[in-house]
């Protein structure tokens, strides 16, 4: 009732006081136990939230009572009007997380507090899916914009954003991210015009091998140069760098009708 979980009365027996000091070093570690097992509940819940959304995106089976009781455990509010999902894929160095969602947030609160849901789904990509209601239709071109803008001007790097159409509910979120990723897909890769007959086969590997885990040391075995070299003229020519490791979750196979590229 006072806090109290044990208690002796005078005169002190040695065995008992042996044994009251050992319940009470007991249920000391238990405490310290239960408190280490929230404190790394915590610290994983970042990541927890960001693979659950990476298995709504990816379409797994999941029962409607497991996504609402994730959505209301990890806090999301789900758009309840239309929205868009987009694909973004930023060039150079790797970007913490956490300055990637850093600079979605301040965007969307920068236009009209647009609804906005981030997932990193590679390691040097991010997508989101971001409401489309007739209050932020208007500032959403704009809103793309400034990411864009933000990634450039505050961490020197290049974005480049696909976007799928309309869609609403979540039954429909695996078929936005499809066209997004076949959005970003076309934006990336298929403007050949500029480049040398190597860098457009390592384009046409990747391209192929596009739901695939693929390294530069596997495209550059193919074409038959080194994997350093295939780096250098497939920046010097796109003027995007080739990751290490090149992953993506979903081939394209959606059809690109009405796409807007960024």
Do not use: W
């Not at 509010?77 to 973004?88: A, D, G, H, T």
């Not at 590997?205 to 695939?212: H, R, T």
């Not at 550059?220 to 003027?239: C, D, N, Q, R, V």
Request: net charge neutral; proline share 3%; glycine share 4%.
């Amino acid at each position: 009732e006072n806090g109290v979980s044990a208690y002796m009365l005078k005169p002190v027996n040695e065995s008992e006081l042996i044994s009251t000091l050992n319940a009470l070093g007991r249920e000391i570690a238990t405490e310290r136990k239960a408190n280490n097992i929230i404190k790394h509940m915590y610290d994983q819940m970042p990541e927890l939230r960001n693979e659950f959304l990476k298995k709504l995106l990816n379409g797994d089976t999941l029962s409607k009572e497991y996504i609402e009781g994730r959505l209301e455990f990890y806090e999301i509010v789900f758009p309840q009007s239309e929205y868009k999902v987009i694909s973004i894929y930023i060039g150079g160095e790797c970007i913490p997380y956490e300055k990637l969602e850093q600079v979605m947030y301040s965007s969307a609160a920068a236009h009209g507090d647009i609804l906005i849901i981030p997932c990193r789904t590679g390691e040097n990509n991010i997508t989101a899916i971001v409401e489309n209601s007739k209050k932020s239709e208007s500032d959403f071109p704009i809103f793309l914009n400034d990411v864009k803008n933000q990634f450039h001007d505050i961490m020197n790097n290049f974005a480049v954003i696909g976007i799928s159409d309309n869609y609403r509910g979540l039954a429909e979120i695996k078929t936005a991210y499809i066209q997004a990723v076949s959005d970003l897909n076309a934006a990336m890769f298929d403007n050949d015009n500029q480049c040398s007959r190597k860098v457009k086969e390592a384009k046409k590997i990747i391209k192929k091998q596009y739901s695939d885990d693929i390294t530069v040391e596997m495209v550059a075995e193919k074409i038959f140069i080194s994997p350093s070299y295939l780096m250098h003229i497939f920046k010097e020519e796109t003027g995007k760098t080739l990751l290490k490791r090149h992953t993506r979750s979903n081939k394209s196979t959606s059809s690109r009708g009405n796409r807007k590229n960024i």
